[in-house]
T-cell receptor, first 110, second 113 residues
Framework: GQSLEQPSEVTAVEGAIVQINCTYQ??????LSWYQQHDGGAPTFLSY????GLEETGRFSSFLSRSDSYGYLLLQELQMKDSASYFC???????????FGSGTKLNVKP | GAGVSQSPSNKVTEKGKDVELRCDPI?????LYWYRQRLGQGLEFLIY????????KSGLPSDRFSAERTGESVSTLTIQRTQQEDSAVYLC???????????FGDGTRLSIL
């Protein structure tokens, strides 16, 4: 089977840096994705890591360690609009199954 | 169209009825996914299409659920004899091919009375 663990809720202030961790257990691991979802909205793609290391896209960065079955999403210079739920998702196997974590609700305060 | 389109946006039906949910992916996207999201929870993978084929249907929760895709375009998710536990938002996503970033529709909010 597979499982993903991420914190249920994180609170930070505007302008700060926050890290959302994701640990996973799965077979046939292909990669780790991150998605953002505002309340009532559709998930939107943020990043994908297939190899170990850090991927940077603007204010957002994502890290993967395959040996530790661990990844994180780093959000810098937090803005109020970053308040949303963030999901990590594991891509498993040739059939492109994607398993999502339960999500981390990020609250950004002024 | 510009994005993934799902219809209806909302569906309320009585327990025991059949429902059909529709997804129009982004033109040219060969991969199409269906997910279920219960309130406050993560996305539950249901099925993946590459072209018109679904190589693995084991994510479908029960034999009341079925899905098909035609013309490497529109997909329908059908739930027969709906139960109250089927109440959720059903999300469709498409991507250029398997593994690429997925583009999600706004979902169909299904409520079973």
């Amino acid at each position: 089977g597979q499982s993903l663990e991420q914190p249920s809720e994180v609170t930070a202030v505007e302008g700060a840096i926050v890290q959302i961790n994701c640990t996973y257990q799965t077979s046939g691991f292909y990669g780790l994705s991150w998605y953002q979802q505002h309340d009532g909205g559709a998930p939107t793609f943020l990043s994908y890591n297939a190899l170990d290391g850090l991927e940077e896209t603007g204010r957002f960065s994502s890290f993967l360690s395959r040996s530790d079955s661990y990844g994180y999403l780093l959000l810098q210079e937090l803005q109020m609009k970053d308040s949303a739920s963030y999901f990590c998702a594991v891509r498993e196997g040739n059939f492109n199954k994607f398993y999502f974590g339960s999500g981390t609700k990020l609250n950004v305060k002024p | 169209g510009a994005g993934v389109s799902q219809s209806p946006s909302n569906k309320v039906t009585e327990k025991g009825k059949d429902v059909e949910l529709r997804c129009d992916p982004i033109s040219g996207h060969t991969a199409l996914y269906w997910y279920r999201q219960r309130l406050g929870q993560g996305l539950e993978f249901l099925i993946y299409f590459q072209g018109n084929s679904a190589p693995d249907k084991s994510g479908l929760p029960s034999d009341r659920f079925s899905a098909e895709r035609t013309g490497e375009s529109v997909s329908t998710l059908t739930i027969q004899r709906t139960q109250q536990e089927d109440s959720a938002v059903y999300l469709c996503a498409s991507s250029l091919d398997g593994g690429r970033p997925q583009h999600f529709g706004d979902g169909t909010r299904l409520s079973i009375l």
